[in-house]
T-cell receptor, first 117, second 113 residues
Framework: AQKITQTQPGMFVQEKEAVTLDCTYD???????LFWYKQPSSGEMIFLIY??????QNATEGRYSLNFQKARKSANLVISASQLGDSAMYFC??????????????FGTGTSLTVIP | DVKVTQSSRYLVKRTGEKVFLECVQD?????MFWYRQDPGLGLRLIYF???????EKGDIPEGYSVSREKKERFSLILESASTNQTSMYLC????????????FGSGTRLTVV
C-alpha cells in the first residue's frame, strides 16, 4: 500500500492567489513526521516545511503552511500569494518508525505546480 | 554551508558498462540514501546506509549495489548498466532521530544508451 498519496499530478494557479496541494498518508505508528519538498526544474530538492505527529499547531514557514488533519491523515501544503518562482514539482514525504529504519522517508509521486502570470 | 555533493550532474553510459555514482556529505550524518526519480513514480528508495559498512535494501535494489567505506561517502554501483536504469539519481543524508529532514544532493541524470 502507498504510504504517501498525492492525487494531483498537475496544478495551475494564478499569480498572487493561494493554492493547496493535497497529501494523504498511511501509517499505524503514533510517532511520525511529515515533510514537503520543492523541486525546481534545476533538479535540486529544497526542504519547505515539517510537521510532527504530536505537534498541536499547524506548521508555517513564511508563505508556506501545512494543513494537518490527523484524523483524516492528510497533510496538505498551502502556498499563499503564489509567485512565478513557485512553479516546480512538490513532493510530500513521511518518516515513521523509530530506530534506524525510521530514518527512511517515503515520498509521494509529486504535484507539478505552474503559476500563471 | 552544509552540503551533499554528487560527483556528476549528467552522465551517459553504454549498456553493459559498470557505473559508479558517488555521493559525499560534509555534515557527519550517519544515514545516507540513494533514490531514483522517474516521472509519475516519484522517488523510490534503492539502498540506504545507517553506518559505515552497513547497508539496507530499499524498495528497488535489483541491478544495484552500494558501498560505504567511509562515513562521508556513499557510492551507488550499477554492475551492468541497462537502458531501464536511465533515470535521475538523488543522494540524501540525514542525522539519526530527531525532526530533521533529508539534505539532498543536486542529482545525477544518467542516460544508458
Amino acid at each position: 500500500a502507498q504510504k504517501i498519496t498525492q492525487t494531483q499530478p498537475g496544478m495551475f494557479v494564478q499569480e498572487k492567489e493561494a493554492v493547496t496541494l493535497d497529501c494523504t498518508y498511511d501509517t499505524s505508528d503514533p510517532s511520525y513526521g511529515l515533510f514537503w519538498y520543492k523541486q525546481p526544474s534545476s533538479g535540486e530538492m529544497i526542504f519547505l516545511i515539517y510537521q510532527g505527529s504530536y505537534d498541536q499547531q499547524n506548521a508555517t514557514e513564511g508563505r508556506y503552511s501545512l494543513n494537518f488533519q490527523k484524523a483524516r491523515k492528510s497533510a496538505n501544503l498551502v502556498i499563499s500569494a503564489s509567485q512565478l518562482g513557485d512553479s516546480a514539482m512538490y513532493f510530500c514525504a513521511m518518516r515513521d518508525s523509530p530506530g534506524y529504519t525510521g530514518n527512511q522517508f517515503y515520498f509521494g509521486t509529486g504535484t507539478s505546480l505552474t503559476v500563471i502570470p | 554551508d552544509v552540503k551533499v555533493t554528487q560527483s556528476s550532474r549528467y552522465l551517459v553510459k553504454r549498456t553493459g558498462e559498470k557505473v559508479f555514482l558517488e555521493c559525499v556529505q560534509d555534515m557527519d550524518h550517519e544515514n545516507m540514501f540513494w533514490y531514483r526519480q522517474d516521472p509519475g513514480l516519484g522517488l523510490r528508495l534503492i539502498y540506504f546506509s545507517y553506518d559505515v559498512k552497513m547497508k539496507e535494501k530499499g524498495d528497488i535494489p535489483e541491478g544495484y549495489s552500494v558501498s560505504r567505506e567511509k562515513k562521508e561517502r556513499f557510492s551507488l554501483i550499477l554492475e551492468s548498466a541497462s537502458t531501464n536504469q536511465t533515470s535521475m539519481y538523488l543522494c540524501a543524508s540525514r542525522l539519526t532521530g530527531g525532526a530533521g529532514g533529508y539534505t539532498f544532493g543536486s542529482g545525477t541524470r544518467l542516460t544508458v544508451v
